[in-house]
């Protein structure tokens, strides 16, 4: 049985079969096996689906007797951690090459206690892009009917629903690949194989993304050139308007790709974090694992770092020196700050800190090891946890550290030591008013300065919050319950900030809007966004009679 108490020692481990979270004293994974043939082997029947709360992406419960003639992948995920992002397009890959003869069943076992709110379960599925079934395990009894001890953990299971093997971590495609289309070859010779196509009851084909922005993860704001930089994460684009909602233009064309060129035809795919220097706006393209820049004066769309493909090599976590930012792979840079000629960026499947000199067109780690932890130190001893928001005061950095639900600070000349000024651990959060180690948050992931305090998206908690640096106490601002009958909460997971002329614009990503805040009455507003069209729907999100 998984340990799942908040005592216990949590490892972030780095094996052949990926990068994961897992409870307690590591035992021998089973993703360090070779996949086997089932051929000649006594199976176990599976476990069964019930105990969960709710089902999503489908029209009612499943259970394994619905499911049997097909191969069924378990995903056991939760919606904050990285490495289960990292692994949703190899599953939607693998969905796509074994189309009639796979199933993947996605089992949501929480993390945070906000993670159990099926609905915010339901936008993760709608913002992630899933498009298979998901049942909410918020009690976890799925994951210890199975075992499980990580996040990701794959379960597979044969047409006959025996139980065939797990995996845990990310970089498992081709394990996972093999592992299928054997299981497909055995059954189809046996004639157990079930080929008959099933459509599962998507919430996409009733919530469609018709919306002005679709779940924006980041903000800038431009006070003097009245500019306002919206990362319209799920949409793919960036929408430019001024600082009253009228648009100016749109970064993109709206469908997930990786292009360069001009702005109408460039792709994107989940931009998040954006940096202004002048006339280019850098932008942290999340699951492009790039940074790319735009020329606001020809309206041209480059690439300055990454390749364009997730680095999975942990040796490159340990770089000292300076290489060419073209030529090494990303990990899901999430927020950008500009510092002079130096561009931050809060590496988050690394748990890490990179620089990139813009005039030699170099980078390296700037800090962390990339352990995922929470640990104080020098910049190269220091561990954090999928760090996801920046903002400085031109001598430190201050991140929104969000697995360990930290604001970390980190001295920009790389001398002295990094230093948390709230956040305990890994499984340490909550909702907590307090100074230092008595306060507590819930999934930061985002933070600016403002006025000498800092101004904290407390995501999860659906709250802005300010922390004062020098003496480390925390506030609640604004945000929380929904107040009266009718009215609903003035955020939902809220995730980039940014500050210009007196105003907080917010990215409310669950809300798919962007809240504006008066700094001086504290007035909540929704920015009413002018000329600002959705993008054609993509092919996916049309039902299938539609297509």
Not at 12 to 29: D, N, Q, R
Not at 311 to 330: C, K, S, T
Not at 353 to 362: F, G, Y
Not at 452 to 475: M, S
Request: aromatic share 8%; charged share 25%.
């Amino acid at each position: 049985m998984a340990v799942r108490h908040i005592a216990a020692s949590v490892l972030a481990l780095t094996l052949a079969g990926g990068i994961f979270y897992s409870f307690g004293v590591p035992t021998k994974v089973a993703a360090l096996q070779n996949p086997k043939p089932t051929v000649g082997r006594e199976l176990e029947a599976a476990g069964e689906l019930d105990g969960g709360i709710a089902w999503l992406n489908t029209a009612g419960p499943i259970s394994m007797a619905d499911l049997k003639g097909k191969v069924v992948l378990l995903d056991f995920w939760t919606l904050c951690c990285i490495n289960c992002i990292h692994i949703m397009p190899d599953l939607a890959k693998l969905e796509k090459k074994y189309p009639n003869e796979l199933v993947v069943i996605g089992v949501h076992s929480a993390k945070f206690e906000n993670e159990k709110d099926t609905r915010s379960i339901r936008q993760a599925i709608l913002r992630y892009e899933i498009a298979h079934p998901v049942v909410n395990d918020a009690n976890h009894k799925i994951w210890d009917r199975y075992g499980v001890q990580s996040w990701p953990t794959m379960a597979v299971i044969d047409p006959d629903g025996k139980f065939v093997r797990t995996l845990s971590g990310e970089g498992n495609y081709d394990t996972l690949d093999n592992i299928v289309g054997n299981l497909i070859a055995e059954h189809k010779k046996k004639g157990t194989l079930n080929e008959k196509p099933v459509r599962f009851d998507l919430i996409r084909y009733r919530e469609t993304a018709d919306t002005p922005l679709f779940f924006p993860g980041k903000v800038l704001a431009d006070g003097p050139g009245d500019r306002l930089f919206i990362a319209d994460s799920t949409h793919h684009r960036i929408v430019v308007t001024n600082l009253n909602g009228e648009k100016k233009s749109i970064i993109g064309s709206g469908s997930p790709g990786f292009r360069d060129g001009p702005a109408a035809a460039a792709q994107f795919d989940d931009p998040q974090g954006m940096a202004l220097d002048g006339t280019t706006l850098y932008i942290a393209d999340r699951k492009n694992h790039a940074i790319r820049a735009v020329d606001l004066t020809t309206n041209i769309v480059s690439t300055i770092a990454g390749t364009g493909k997730q680095d999975g090599d942990f040796e490159n976590r340990r770089l000292q020196n300076m290489v060419p930012a073209r030529g090494i792979g990303l990990n899901s840079p999430w927020d950008l700050l500009l510092h002079g000629r130096q561009l931050f960026i809060a590496m988050a499947g690394h748990h890490q800190i990179w620089v990139m000199d813009l005039d030699a067109k170099t980078l390296r780690p700037f800090a962390g090891t990339g352990r995922e932890n929470i640990k104080d130190g020098p910049h190269y001893a220091a561990n954090f946890a999928q760090p996801s928001g920046l903002a400085s005061d031109g001598k430190y950095l201050y991140v929104a550290d969000s697995e360990v639900s930290a604001i970390r600070k980190v001295p920009l000349d790389g001398e002295g030591r990094v230093t948390t000024l709230v956040g305990e651990g890994l499984f340490e959060f909550g909702d907590i008013d307090g100074v230092g180690t008595k306060a507590r948050l819930q999934h930061a992931l985002g933070v600016i300065l403002h006025d000498g305090r800092l101004i904290v998206a407390d995501t999860y908690n659906n709250k802005i919050k300010t922390l004062d640096p020098a003496t480390r106490e925390v506030k609640t601002w604004l945000g929380g319950d929904a107040k009266g009958w009718f009215g609903g909460p003035l955020f939902n997971e809220p995730a980039g900030l940014s500050a210009a002329n007196g105003k907080l614009y917010v990215a409310d990503t669950n809300a798919s809007r962007i809240r504006v805040v008066d700094l001086k009455t504290n007035a909540v507003t929704t920015l009413s966004l002018k000329g600002v069209d959705p993008p054609p729907p993509q092919k996916e999100w049309l039902p299938p009679l539609a297509k």
